[in-house]
């Protein structure tokens, strides 16, 4: 990829963090946060709170790009350790069965008692599902490739995962509006990165093909143009 559609990835997916992460901060702390404000008239510190959720979803953006780029390394390494992509596929529907236990049966810690802290941690569950499945169907929609479903779902499901988990780790205070704030852009920013790579790495060789066309079409330019004119001898009369 060149550093210019790079550079363009990388900004729209920080700009769907942050987008994101201020939309659903402003939906998920408006009664304990954002409503007080509007109330007393502090507009000032309304817009300072948005604005700091919005650069809190451009710090999760970067963290969902380092988590994906880490994963194609690990995905090339699981293809040529196992030494066969079905084999390795298997090994990934495995983990993503051993991750979503965990998940719900450790890391979610749903009281029965709660009857409202039960129904919010499902949401996220049927969101943690439903996202990966939606994008691995794009996926393979956009390629044509089958085999491509179970490694789109393990990034979506298994690298997301990794990257919410700070916030699912945290016991105290309200952390349970932190942890479905965050779950969003990690979802938005996977399932972009995921889906419009391969338009950035075609863009990119297109750009590399028409460059390369560019100088040499100059070269052909210069080496025309740097031919000496040979003169006409006068033969004798």
């Known amino acids: 990829m060149t550093i210019r559609n790079w550079f363009k990835f990388f900004l ?20 304990d946060t954002f409503s007080p404000f509007i109330q007393s008239g502090e507009y000032g510190e309304f817009i300072a709170v948005f604005l700091w959720m919005v650069f809190l979803g451009f710090t999760m953006s970067v963290v969902a790009q380092m988590g994906f ?14 030494r066969s ?5 298997w090994v990934q529907m495995l983990i993503i069965a051993v991750v979503l236990f965990d998940l719900v049966f450790f890391r979610f810690d749903i009281t029965q008692g709660d009857g409202s802290r039960t129904a919010l941690y499902l ?10 499945a939606l994008t691995a169907w794009l996926k393979v929609k956009m390629t044509g490739k089958k085999h491509v479903l179970i490694s789109s779902l393990f990034f979506m499901i298994v690298i997301t995962t990794l990257e919410w988990l700070p916030a699912l780790m945290v ?5 349970d509006q932190w942890v479905t704030i965050l779950l969003f852009p990690l979802l938005a920013v996977n399932m972009y990165q995921l889906l419009m790579l391969p338009k950035y790495n075609a863009k990119s060789e297109e750009d590399i093909r028409k460059r390369q ?17 040979q003169k006409k001898k006068r033969t004798a009369q």
Not at 69 to 82: C, D, P, R
Not at 85 to 89: I, R, Y
Not at 123 to 132: D, G, H, K
């Open 123 to 132: 949401m996220l569950l049927f969101f943690l599902l439903a996202v990966p």
């Open 85 to 89: 992509l079905t084999l390795w596929n």
């Open 69 to 82: 780029f880490a994963y194609l390394t690990v995905h090339q390494f699981g293809v040529n350790i196992f």
């Open 171 to 175: 016991r105290s205070g309200n952390i």
């Open 12 to 31: 729209n997916a920080l700009l769907i963090g942050g987008g994101i992460t201020g939309l659903v901060g402003l939906i998920v702390r408006w009664n």
């Open 213 to 229: 066309e560019r100088r040499e079409a100059r070269k052909r330019a210069e080496g025309a143009s740097g031919k000496p004119k």
